[in-house]
Nanobody, 125 residues
Framework: QVDFAESGGGLVQPGGSLKLSCSPS????????IGWFRQAPGAGRRRVAC????????NYADSVKGRFTISRDNVRNTVYLQMNNLKSEDTGTYYC??????????????????WGQGTQVTVSS
């Protein structure tokens, strides 16, 4: 069983920042792609960012490039998503996600093998 510990969501005004954290456990695979999907109200899940644990490659959705940064603390086995200059369009439920079948370089193929319970991000005045 793969478990996730997700945190960092909350309510923030436009232009503000949040930092999401995810600490997965229970994985037996030595390498994998980890990142975040989000789901806005009334919409489907969309890729946000990914990180390849084997080589450190990162990738981002066009809508968040230059504003979001994904990183990983290898010692703590924790991935972070630093979100700056948040916009109302960033509102949604953010899901920490692991994909065992793709790499981060092919962003459109970053999929969901496992995912967490999600953390809510609301950007509003």
């Amino acid at each position: 069983q793969v478990d996730f510990a997700e945190s960092g969501g909350g309510l923030v005004q436009p232009g503000g920042s949040l930092k999401l954290s995810c600490s997965p456990s229970g994985l037996t695979h030595p390498y994998y792609v980890i990142g975040w999907f989000r789901q806005a109200p009334g919409a489907g899940r969309r890729r946000v960012a990914c990180f390849s644990t084997d080589n450190g490659v990162t990738n981002y959705a066009d809508s968040v490039k230059g504003r979001f940064t994904i990183s990983r603390d290898n010692v703590r086995n924790t991935v972070y998503l630093q979100m700056n200059n948040l916009k109302s369009e960033d509102t949604g439920t953010y899901y920490c996600t692991i994909d065992l079948n793709s790499d981060c370089s092919n962003f459109e193929k970053f999929g969901e093998t496992y995912w967490g319970q999600g953390t809510q991000v609301t950007v509003s005045s």
